[in-house]
């Protein structure tokens, strides 16, 4: 069923996923506009702007010919706009006087073990043949995104709010983009997957509060 519905989804360009990334900035600053008293909302914006500078690095040229060094340079702006993100919904929390420790932290932080240890597994009985830093990237960068995820979740539990899909589903692109880097997949399934579930990630965790 999924797979019919995708097919039926064009593959995008890179010319549009940098306009769709510009109208998430667009949608940020906006924000920002509407709710000038909510410190947040800038926070938040340049969050937006250092995914904007990643999607550059990872989107300005052909998959086949981006050297690893953009790759590399756009996962230390997205882990950055991850750490940004956390820190706009830390102050929420505490803002608030709410606790940190909640169960729907707890979740988030199950949930994140369990794709460390699947990650790690997956890669030992693989026997990938991708770069050890490689690897240490990936990894590192998936501590980063569960920082940003966790802290989400908990904001999520506390405040009722949606912006946990929003965190979820920024995680699974970024996963996805992992996924075929670590066991070199070219997949158009996947490649649709990730520009599905990217923006709607950062729309929710933008708006949702």
Same mark, same amino acid.
């Given at each position: 069923?999924?797979?019919?519905?995708?097919?039926?989804?064009?593959?995008?360009?890179?010319?549009?996923?940098?306009?769709? %990334?510009? %109208?998430?900035?667009?949608?940020?600053?906006?924000?920002?506009?509407? /709710?000038?008293?909510?410190?947040?909302?800038?926070?938040?914006?340049?969050?937006?702007?250092?995914? /904007?500078?990643? @999607?550059?690095?990872?989107?300005?040229?052909?998959?086949?010919?981006?050297?690893? =060094?953009?790759?590399?340079?756009?996962?230390?702006?997205?882990?950055?706009?991850?750490?940004?993100?956390?820190?706009?919904?830390?102050?929420?929390?505490?803002?608030?006087?709410?606790?940190?420790?909640?169960?729907?932290?707890?979740?988030?932080?199950?949930?994140?073990?369990?794709?460390?240890?699947?990650? #790690?597994?997956? #890669?030992?009985?693989?026997?990938?043949?991708?770069?050890?830093?490689?690897?240490?990237?990936?990894?590192?960068?998936?501590? #980063?995104?569960?920082?940003?995820?966790?802290?989400?979740?908990?904001?999520?539990?506390?405040? =009722?709010?949606?912006? /946990?899909?929003?965190?979820?589903?920024?995680?699974?692109? @970024?996963?996805?983009?992992?996924?075929?880097? #670590?066991?070199?997949?070219?997949?158009?399934?996947?490649?649709?997957?990730?520009?599905? /579930?990217?923006?709607?990630?950062?729309?929710?965790?933008?708006?949702?509060?």
């Amino acid at each position: 069923m999924l797979s019919r519905v995708l097919a039926k989804i064009p593959l995008i360009n890179n010319k549009t996923k940098i306009l769709i %990334s510009i %109208s998430l900035v667009v949608l940020a600053l906006v924000l920002c506009i509407a /709710f000038p008293n909510e410190f947040d909302r800038r926070i938040c914006l340049i969050a937006m702007l250092f995914s /904007f500078i990643g @999607d550059i690095c990872l989107n300005c040229m052909p998959l086949n010919k981006r050297p690893h =060094k953009l790759l590399y340079t756009g996962a230390f702006f997205f882990m950055i706009a991850h750490l940004v993100y956390a820190s706009a919904y830390t102050f929420l929390i505490h803002n608030a006087g709410k606790e940190f420790v909640t169960p729907g932290a707890y979740i988030a932080y199950a949930i994140m073990v369990i794709i460390f240890l699947v990650s #790690i597994i997956c #890669i030992y009985i693989t026997r990938t043949t991708t770069k050890f830093p490689m690897i240490v990237v990936f990894l590192l960068y998936l501590t #980063i995104v569960s920082m940003n995820f966790i802290t989400i979740c908990s904001y999520s539990y506390s405040f =009722k709010s949606l912006s /946990f899909i929003g965190a979820a589903s920024f995680l699974i692109s @970024d996963y996805i983009i992992g996924i075929e880097t #670590i066991f070199k997949i070219k997949s158009e399934t996947l490649r649709k997957l990730v520009w599905i /579930f990217y923006p709607i990630g950062q729309i929710l965790i933008l708006i949702c509060r």
